[in-house]
Structure formats: structure tokens, C-alpha cells
Nanobody
Framework: VQLQAFGGGSVQAGDSLRLSCVASGSAASYYSMGWFRQAPGREREYVGA????????FYLDSAKGRFTIFKGDNKSTVYLQMNSLKPEDTAIYHC???????????????WGQGTLVTVSS
């Protein structure tokens, strides 16, 4: 499966942004797809994922209530809707795919290129 992330940009604190991750290739809709982010000088964070069977999974406490993960109608695109953005959300956001339905952070084997999100105060 090949992944491509879109939608990054520069916004102000409080703004919203929607990232897209398009999966292509064999059985692309049967992979769980996750979002990760890495800020300069910081460890990578697992933001959350969408199970291939349906239903989002959130792991990052700071994302709860602000970020929503959902699938597109074609089942091979996953979105990360980010509302009430904060400067600390500034990072490169990557999407990744896993064959597992409820993947651990280390169970994502396929990665797309990142898309940069910059939030100014």
C-alpha cells in the first residue's frame, strides 16, 4: 500500500485544518490508518488511527476533543480534522498503515511522506 498525505499549512492558533491521507494499492481499504506527528527536537507522537473495520482510535490526550479521524466515502482516504489548533500542535504529520485492526504504535509498516503543520500564536 502506498500512502500520501496532504493538507498541511500555516495557520493561526484557534484555526482548523484538515489533513488527508490517501491509500492506494492492493486492498488499501483493509488497512488501519494512523496519524503520527513529530515536532522539531521532540519524539514522534502517535496521534490516533482509524480501524480498517471502522471506528477511530485516539491515543494522544491533547488531541481529545479537538481532533477527529474519519474515513472518506471511498474507504481509502482517512482524514484528520484538527480544530482549535495550538502552537504546540506544530509538527510534521505523517500517515501510516497497519494490517491490524487495533494497531499498537509499533505495528504500522507502511508510511507516507509528511505534511507540515505550523500554528502561530
Amino acid at each position: 500500500v502506498q500512502l500520501q498525505a496532504f493538507g498541511g499549512g500555516s495557520v493561526q492558533a484557534g484555526d482548523s485544518l484538515r489533513l488527508s491521507c490517501v491509500a492506494s494499492g492492493s486492498a488499501a481499504s483493509y488497512y488501519s490508518m494512523g496519524w503520527f506527528r513529530q515536532a522539531p527536537g521532540r519524539e514522534r507522537e502517535y496521534v490516533g488511527a482509524m480501524r480498517w473495520s471502522g471506528g477511530p482510535i485516539f491515543y494522544l490526550d491533547s488531541a481529545k476533543g479537538r481532533f477527529t479521524i474519519f474515513k472518506g466515502d471511498n474507504k481509502s482516504t482517512v482524514y484528520l480534522q484538527m480544530n482549535s489548533l495550538k502552537p504546540e500542535d506544530t509538527a510534521i504529520y505523517h500517515c501510516a498503515a497497519s494490517i491490524f485492526d487495533d494497531p499498537r504504535e509499533d505495528e504500522f509498516d507502511y508510511w507516507g511522506q509528511g505534511t507540515l503543520v505550523t500554528v502561530s500564536s
